[in-house]
């Protein structure tokens, strides 16, 4: 049984199809990418998952689990984490009040600091500006404080909506290094990524997403190398 079982979904925002009966999967322990251009719907199908949408109907199962009517907070406690396109970290606290945050539905102080020192780990830079408010931080630094709150709640399945966006390419290749870490951690990632060729480096299967449907699937490694994907998102 896979992790996430995602079937017919279909989500509409008033008289607009966002997504029009999408079916995909992850197993425990896989990097899968959704890719495709603005306004496809990529965003939709994570806030979907994470309840902060509603689905016109089909189902989502996580775990064996059905999601589909269940409270954002609940979804969280099943272990699913999503960090949002833009960060949206809470600018006026410090870092480690950041990634507290994270933490709130976990009552044990002690998986707390150890929370915090696996975080502290994989994101040396946080450890040094962990007194410092979250708004002072560069592009870069935010993105990894998303990431590591995301980390605070002790999830099975992250879910990254567009890691890369707004940040110098170098910063990128940062980012992507870390989240190949996380995966290899133990934890799951979907992935949402508008740099079609960084997302399909990094996973390990990919579905190609165009208004609302799924046109295209398969092994990463494969679309990065097919025509069609080329032209369409690589520039080739």
Wanted: charged share 25%.
């Amino acid at each position: 049984m896979s992790m996430l079982d995602v079937k017919d979904l279909h989500v509409s925002y008033g008289a607009i199809k966002a997504v029009q009966g999408i079916s995909f999967h992850l197993d425990k322990g896989e990097i899968v990418a959704l890719i495709g251009s603005n306004g496809a719907g990529k965003s939709t199908v994570l806030r979907t998952i994470s309840g902060l949408e509603r689905a016109k109907s089909g189902s989502i199962e996580f775990e064996g689990r059905e999601l589909t009517k269940m409270k954002p907070h609940k979804i969280v406690e099943l272990g699913i984490a999503h960090v949002p396109e833009g960060r949206r970290v809470f600018a006026g606290l410090t870092v480690i009040e950041n990634l507290k945050m994270g933490a709130n539905l976990i009552t044990s102080q002690t998986q707390i600091k150890d929370g915090l020192e696996h975080v502290f780990e994989i994101f040396p830079r946080l450890k040094e500006r962990e007194k410092q408010k979250a708004g002072t931080l560069s592009g870069g630094e935010q993105q990894m404080l998303a990431l590591g709150r995301a980390l605070m709640t002790n999830g099975k399945l992250l879910m990254l909506d567009e890691p890369s966006m707004g940040l110098a390419p170098i910063i990128v290749e940062d980012i992507f290094r870390i989240i190949r870490t996380i995966n290899q951690t133990g934890t799951s990632i979907l992935l949402i990524e508008q740099n079609a060729f960084l997302a399909l480096k990094t996973a390990s299967r990919a579905y190609v997403l165009e208004t609302g449907k799924i046109s295209m699937q398969g092994d990463a490694k494969d679309l990065l190398v097919d025509e069609r994907v080329k032209t369409a998102y690589l520039g080739a």
